[in-house]
């Protein structure tokens, strides 16, 4: 019988050697739970109620500094003001500080592809080739194999801090948590007596959501922003938003500092030349039926993006292809770096981060944009491309009154197993998990201790750019 995956958590951030053993398909459902539940010694679930620093903690702001490595200089303060915002910001910016964190915790070496950044704005609704409206995670730069109490911890400690910045306080903040933790440990037991095509074949519709949403005015909202979504076409709304006909020629608007050209003409002609170059290669990585629809498009024009908080600085373009006057593709090139999680979880067995990134939208969405792919720019960076709009639904954390707020924690728990049942062995996860909401209770004391944190780590951001050692640029 083959045993629970060994990962031995480093003291310092070095790569670690880890052993993956073939998935046992012959291994039942009660000696898979059974092994889970024999964890349970090893790791007790009311141990991931801790929180204390270590005495040889990094210096939280050191981490910011050290994640600001190879992104574009004149982009970072940008990084920094956002940031700076509030601790809910900081928290989404700062994936590495809580990669170190969490590589110290207790865990019980099970192995999923974890998505590494799972605060909960990177769970939203978008399209699916059928043009349906799934619920499912969305951001997954930093996704690599890695123990599934990461994910669950940095979505859970998520809830917490977005509930104090939108004023609702802990007892939101706990409720949400364990609504939580309770839908991610439900829906794996769910999981783990489902045939693995059926769990594979699973997805969250958007219009089965709706009608479970508590609160009225919220429902009403949410409907309205549906039905609007799929009515969007990109000629039609995204064309005007974001591109306009200069000289009879069709441009990509300046939006500065978060969309603009490069200056100069020779600037210009070279980044759309390397961004022409990379789409050869980028092409290669797609199934050959959906080059056959890429390559009805004409590249028009390229610019730099300016993305979300995480990934500030790092080279991201948005490339407008047209088939004709009235048929745009916008797709968004952004690169793909090293994951926060790499130092503890072990090195991609991708040669390319673009294409670890796209496998694991692969594995952990239950449907993904088909013109997923990747590619290598000149300088060794690597690249992911996508649409840059499709039908999304971002949700709008910031206006979340308490019941919205637990109720995206049921529906974000209830995803985030899904894509860890997909890839991971859902019966011996939740054999650990067990009946009773002593993981629940863990988790979400677990959080608030770890909100904590951030608003210490926060302030320590505000005391560095008050003194002069960060450059920050505040956006109007």
């Not at 998520?158 to 829906?187: K, M, P, W």
């Not at 490069?262 to 390397?274: K, M, V, Y």
């Not at 969405?365 to 992911?384: M, N, P, T, V």
């Not at 909100?451 to 320590?460: F, H, I, L, P, V």
Request: contains cysteine.
């Amino acid at each position: 019988m083959a045993h629970a995956v060994t990962l031995k958590m480093p003291k310092s951030r070095h790569p670690v050697n880890v052993k993956i053993p073939a998935f046992q398909a012959q291994r039942s459902h009660d000696e898979a739970a059974a092994m889970g539940k024999a964890l349970r010694d090893k790791c007790p679930r009311n141990s991931h109620a801790e929180w204390k620093p270590p005495h040889d903690r990094p210096d939280a702001v050191r981490l910011i500094v050290e994640s600001d490595q190879g992104r574009i200089p004149e982009l970072v303060p940008i990084r920094h003001g956002r940031m700076l915002q509030s601790p809910f910001t900081f928290y989404r910016g700062a994936a590495l500080n809580m990669a170190v964190d969490l590589a110290r915790m207790p865990t019980t070496d099970i192995r999923v592809q974890g998505c590494g950044d799972a605060h909960l704005v990177n769970f939203r609704g978008f399209g699916t080739p059928e043009r349906r409206v799934q619920f499912d995670i969305h951001d997954l730069d930093e996704t690599l194999p890695a123990p599934w109490e990461w994910d669950v911890k940095r979505l859970a400690a998520s809830f917490v801090i977005a509930c104090r910045d939108n004023g609702l306080g802990d007892v939101c903040g706990a409720d949400a948590t364990r609504t939580c933790a309770q839908s991610y440990r439900e829906h794996m037991i769910e999981y783990s007596k489902m045939r693995v095509l059926d769990v594979w074949y699973e997805s969250l519709d958007a219009a089965d959501l709706l009608p479970t949403i508590r609160d009225e005015d919220t429902r009403r909202r949410a409907k309205k922003r549906l039905e609007k979504e799929r009515e969007r076409s990109a000629l039609e709304h995204d064309f005007p938003e974001l591109a306009h006909k200069v000289g009879g020629k069709p441009m990509i608007r300046d939006n500065p500092p978060t969309i603009y050209h490069s200056t100069g003409e020779l600037a210009r002609d070279e980044f759309h030349a390397r961004v022409r170059e990379a789409f050869g290669q980028y092409r290669e990585s797609l199934l050959p039926s959906v080059r056959v629809i890429l390559d009805r498009f004409k590249f028009k024009d390229a610019a730099v993006k300016v993305v979300g908080v995480g990934s500030v600085g790092t080279f991201c373009a948005v490339v407008l292809l047209m088939a004709s006057d009235r048929d745009p593709l916008f797709l968004q090139v952004k690169e793909a770096r090293a994951s926060v999680l790499e130092a503890y979880a072990g090195k991609s067995v991708f040669p390319s981060h673009g294409e670890r990134v796209v496998n694991g939208h692969r594995l952990m969405q239950s449907a993904s944009d088909i013109f997923l792919g990747w590619c290598k720019g000149k300088e060794g960076r690597h690249f992911y491309v996508r649409q840059l709009r499709d039908i999304k639904l971002k949700p709008k954390v910031e206006v979340f009154n308490s019941t919205d707020m637990i109720q995206f924690g049921e529906w974000c728990g209830w995803t985030l197993a899904r894509a860890h049942a997909r890839s991971g062995e859902p019966a011996m996860i939740s054999g650990y998990l067990g009946k009773s909401d002593t993981f629940d209770k863990a988790i979400a004391a677990f959080s608030i201790a770890y909100a904590d944190q951030t608003e210490r780590d926060y302030e320590g951001l505000k005391k560095a750019a008050k003194d002069g050692k960060l450059e920050v640029m505040m956006e109007r």
